[in-house]
């Protein structure tokens, strides 16, 4: 029976130690109902991560430009429109391309039977693939009044003089890159060099 009694007051030590210790805790961090204090972590809880190792960017080509000057494209277009075949009764001469900041404009005069015509078109460039093309945006014929399938005759072959006219981007650039900007006197064509393989 000692034993037993002795084993009691052990299990009622225990108790009151684990109820000191609890009743401590409570009086130390009071909790507003309904809120749980802030949990410590355990240091046998916490794991470690490995932090990502950075990859290191790759290093990209500075970019470049590339100029188209008025003179080149001027000489591209003489020699596009010398080569092609005209109806009979029209010739095109004193073709002349002009580059201002923002546009592009052609002026030439379209002989018609013997009269001469002034033209003069608003062209926009684009990329097209691996070369820059000419859009013509816009077309004005003045002078003498002409019957309107003639006037229709030379807005189309203007129109396909200057869809036909394509200058090559220089092989090193990367076309996906490429920018135009007209300023005056030349074509500015922008972007970074073809990665090297």
């Given at each position: 029976?000692?034993?037993?009694l002795?084993g009691?007051g052990?299990?009622?030590?225990?108790?009151?130690?684990?109820?000191?210790?609890?009743?401590?805790?409570q009086?130390?961090?009071?909790?507003?109902?309904?809120?749980?204090?802030p949990?410590t972590?355990?240091?046998?809880?916490?794991?470690?991560?490995?932090s990502?190792v950075?990859t290191?960017a790759?290093?990209?080509?500075?970019?470049r430009?590339?100029?188209l000057?008025?003179?080149?494209?001027?000489?591209?277009l003489?020699?596009?429109?010398a080569?092609?075949?005209?109806?009979?009764?029209?010739?095109?001469?004193?073709i002349?391309?002009t580059?201002?900041p923002?546009?592009?404009?052609?002026?030439a005069?379209?002989?018609v039977?013997g009269?001469?015509?002034?033209?003069e078109?608003?062209?926009?460039?684009f990329?097209?693939?691996?070369?820059?093309?000419?859009?013509?945006?816009?077309?004005s014929?003045?002078?003498?009044?002409?019957?309107?399938?003639l006037?229709?005759?030379?807005?189309?072959?203007?129109?396909d003089?200057?869809a036909?006219?394509?200058?090559?981007?220089p092989?090193?650039?990367?076309?996906?890159?490429?920018?135009?900007a007209?300023?005056?006197g030349?074509?500015?064509?922008?972007?970074?060099?073809?990665?090297?393989?």
């Amino acid at each position: 029976m000692g034993r037993f009694l002795w084993g009691l007051g052990l299990l009622g030590g225990l108790s009151l130690v684990l109820a000191l210790a609890w009743l401590a805790g409570q009086l130390s961090s009071p909790t507003i109902s309904g809120v749980l204090p802030p949990a410590t972590p355990s240091p046998t809880a916490a794991r470690s991560v490995p932090s990502p190792v950075p990859t290191p960017a790759l290093a990209q080509a500075p970019e470049r430009q590339w100029m188209l000057s008025e003179e080149e494209i001027n000489a591209r277009l003489r020699a596009a429109v010398a080569t092609t075949p005209l109806p009979a009764g029209l010739a095109v001469r004193e073709i002349r391309v002009t580059l201002l900041p923002g546009q592009i404009t052609a002026k030439a005069t379209v002989q018609v039977s013997g009269f001469d015509l002034p033209v003069e078109a608003g062209l926009q460039p684009f990329l097209d693939g691996e070369t820059v093309a000419l859009r013509l945006e816009s077309l004005s014929l003045s002078g003498t009044a002409l019957p309107a399938p003639l006037r229709d005759q030379i807005a189309r072959l203007i129109t396909d003089q200057v869809a036909a006219l394509r200058f090559p981007l220089p092989p090193d650039l990367d076309p996906a890159t490429a920018r135009l900007a007209v300023e005056a006197g030349r074509l500015v064509i922008s972007g970074r060099p073809r990665a090297s393989i």
